[in-house]
Nanobody, 125 residues
């Protein structure tokens, strides 16, 4: 089945930028509804951003709108999350996820049936 591998996490100061990468194998990125989620210790996993099948629409959580951008590179079969103006509140483990279904809300975790292992993002003040 489709495999997802995140990379690009690290430690940055507040106001800095990071670009997360999700390498997709076992299927073409344009055939999946793709999302980025994050989870801090002791908290629930929350939706960060998503892109619809074929890349026609994008969605963002209120706390990251205007700062983060989700995109995909069909030629490289890769999903990206560009994160700018990072805040300490953005500190979390970030995961990419995929589903071939087009039903349900983009931020609904059980909708996604393929997940990566996660990449840690730490933002210091």
């Amino acid at each position: 089945q489709v495999q997802l591998v995140e990379s690009g996490g690290g430690s940055v100061q507040a106001g800095g930028s990071l670009r997360l990468t999700c390498a997709v194998s076992g299927g073409t990125v344009r055939s999946y509804y793709l999302g980025w989620f994050r989870q801090a210790p002791g908290e629930e996993r929350e939706g960060v951003a998503a892109i619809s099948i074929g890349g026609g629409s994008t969605y963002y959580g209120a706390s990251v709108k205007g700062r983060f951008t989700i995109s995909q590179d069909i030629a490289k079969n890769t999903l990206y999350l560009q994160m700018n103006s990072l805040k300490p509140e953005d500190t979390a483990m970030y995961y990419c996820a995929a589903t071939r279904r087009y039903s349900g809300s983009w931020y609904y975790v059980p909708r996604y049936n393929s997940w990566g292992q996660g990449t840690q993002v730490t933002v210091s003040s």
